[in-house]
């Protein structure tokens, strides 16, 4: 029914057809926010959703918090051993199995040697394997990330920091090493930006970048211009 309040049913032109007690109006659900419950963490976090599990994460430096959107069960759990990276940022990503969670900081904003900079979480086990200590020329707030279609790596574009936008293209492998790759690639520039969104096609092993804030030699002091193209990219 397109009905979302009262107590009375119309056909598809508008007619009255009928009454119906005490409904549960679908649509109504459908169109508002319904809380299900909160959680709280404290200190710097970040977010992850597992497709495989139905799992949503919240986690930092010592705990993750675990939803199932199942069956809205909130499970809590404290590391044996704390994170090997100082979370700043939080990013993160889920690997494609579902078994495993990646946290990566792209730049060590607390300047302090020997710190690893991506590390793994065995969701099964709950223990971290520090990887990489390997970092970024340049911080890159408000990156955009996905998953290469290809070979299932963590690949990033656009960001900020240092007072430059980032036009290139990075790709993390399962060691925690970074690489930047496609320095020279076929077809139109994108230009340096962040604020973009991406979003990856897997049927037919596309990636998409949409739109962000930037300019064409990556300079701030030259100005910020707001973009609103689509541009569709192949790995291969």
């Given at each position: 029914?397109?009905?979302?309040?009262?107590?009375t049913v119309h056909d598809d032109k508008g007619l009255l057809?009928?009454?119906?007690?005490?409904?549960?109006?679908?649509?109504?659900?459908?169109?508002?926010?319904?809380?299900?419950?909160?959680?709280?963490?404290?200190?710097?976090?970040?977010?992850?959703?597992?497709?495989?599990?139905?799992?949503?994460?919240?986690?930092?430096?010592?705990?993750?918090?675990?939803?199932?959107?199942?069956?809205?069960?909130?499970?809590?759990?404290?590391?044996?051993?704390?994170?090997?990276?100082?979370?700043?940022?939080?990013?993160?990503?889920?690997?494609?199995?579902?078994?495993?969670?990646?946290?990566?900081?792209?730049?060590?904003?607390?300047?302090?040697?020997?710190?690893?900079?991506?590390?793994?979480?065995?969701?099964?086990?709950?223990?971290?394997?520090?990887?990489?200590?390997?970092?970024?020329?340049?911080?890159?707030?408000?990156?955009?990330?996905?998953?290469?279609?290809?070979?299932?790596?963590?690949?990033?574009?656009?960001?900020?920091g240092n007072a430059l936008y980032n036009g290139s293209y990075?790709?993390?492998?399962?060691?925690?090493?970074?690489?930047?790759?496609?320095?020279?690639?076929?077809?139109?520039?994108?230009?340096?930006?962040?604020?973009?969104?991406?979003?990856?096609?897997?049927?037919?092993?596309?990636?998409?970048?949409?739109?962000?804030?930037?300019?064409?030699?990556?300079?701030?002091?030259?100005?910020?211009?707001?973009?609103?193209?689509?541009?569709?990219?192949?790995?291969?």
């Amino acid at each position: 029914f397109n009905e979302s309040s009262g107590n009375t049913v119309h056909d598809d032109k508008g007619l009255l057809t009928g009454t119906v007690n005490n409904p549960g109006w679908l649509l109504e659900e459908s169109l508002k926010w319904k809380t299900i419950g909160d959680i709280t963490i404290t200190g710097n976090s970040g977010t992850a959703w597992n497709p495989v599990r139905q799992e949503i994460y919240a986690l930092n430096n010592e705990e993750i918090i675990i939803l199932n959107i199942i069956n809205n069960e909130v499970r809590r759990r404290t590391y044996d051993k704390q994170c090997p990276v100082r979370l700043n940022l939080g990013s993160n990503y889920v690997s494609q199995d579902g078994n495993n969670l990646y946290v990566y900081e792209v730049f060590n904003l607390w300047n302090e040697p020997q710190t690893f900079m991506t590390a793994k979480l065995d969701l099964n086990t709950f223990q971290w394997t520090p990887l990489g200590k390997e970092e970024l020329p340049m911080p890159l707030f408000h990156h955009c990330s996905f998953i290469n279609p290809i070979n299932n790596q963590l690949m990033l574009f656009g960001g900020f920091g240092n007072a430059l936008y980032n036009g290139s293209y990075y790709t993390l492998d399962e060691d925690g090493n970074w690489d930047n790759i496609w320095e020279n690639y076929n077809g139109d520039k994108v230009y340096p930006r962040y604020f973009a969104s991406a979003g990856v096609d897997y049927k037919n092993g596309d990636i998409y970048i949409y739109g962000g804030m930037g300019n064409e030699s990556g300079e701030q002091i030259v100005g910020r211009h707001y973009y609103y193209d689509l541009h569709r990219i192949n790995p291969e």
